[in-house]
């Protein structure tokens, strides 16, 4: 009976030490002491990864739901680049520009290529012979999306500036028609369009007279 407890003591005995010595572990898993995989670890100094290799000196691996790195400070990190944000590269969050320039000339309607669809603000400004005011427009598909009309300047040319919202749609086409008899070419007639990538719609209050 005696040797039965003994043999039923010793391994209780062993197993509260183990528990014992591994809360102890947990407990100085800080300060110099090795990082405790799946727990809290604390440090009063930085801790450093450095790997004389090519590779990285450190892998963060999650699944595809979970973030690979958390931080809880809004601080910089220095020489910390990355190479999108929110799933864009630098080249999608640059001004996206395509301009056009109109050429002297008795042709006053012209067909614009090479538009990617999209929603845009559009500008012009064309120089055109003409005794009386003109007008430009920008059609899209036949329709007129954005027009101006620019005031005769002595009987001899008008100067049409204009600019709007254009939506331009994959298989329609862009055209730039005026009514003057030419166009000059000093200064030279351009039509640019920038590409909004979000366009809000605002409110409108009418002010009481």
């Not at 040797?3 to 183990?18: D, E, F």
């Not at 920008?138 to 709007?164: K, T, W, Y």
């Not at 331009?168 to 070419?185: F, N, P, R, S, Y």
Request: overall charge neutral; some cysteine.
């Amino acid at each position: 009976m005696h040797h039965a407890v003994q043999n039923r003591i010793l391994p209780v005995l062993a197993g509260a030490a183990v528990v014992v010595a591994g809360l102890n572990a947990a407990s100085y898993a800080a300060n110099g002491h090795a990082l405790t995989l799946g727990a809290k670890n604390t440090e009063s100094r930085t801790t450093t990864v450095a790997t004389s290799g090519r590779g990285a000196a450190l892998s963060l691996q999650s699944s595809r739901k979970s973030p690979s790195l958390a931080v809880s400070s809004s601080a910089l990190v220095a020489r910390l680049n990355a190479d999108q944000v929110d799933g864009k590269h630098a080249t999608d969050l640059q001004t996206q520009a395509t301009t056009w320039t109109i050429p002297a000339g008795t042709t006053v309607s012209y067909t614009l290529n090479g538009l990617a669809p999209g929603t845009y603000l559009a500008s012009f400004s064309i120089l055109l012979g003409a005794a009386q005011t003109s007008q430009c427009e920008l059609d899209e598909d036949g329709v007129a999306v954005v027009n101006a009309f620019g005031p005769n300047r002595g009987g001899a040319f008008s100067m049409v500036n204009g600019s709007g919202l254009l939506t331009h749609a994959a298989g329609h086409a862009l055209q730039l028609v005026c009514d003057g008899t030419e166009v000059l070419g000093n200064p030279t007639s351009t039509v640019t369009v920038v590409r909004l990538d979000h366009v809000t719609t605002g409110t409108l209050t009418a002010d009481t007279p």
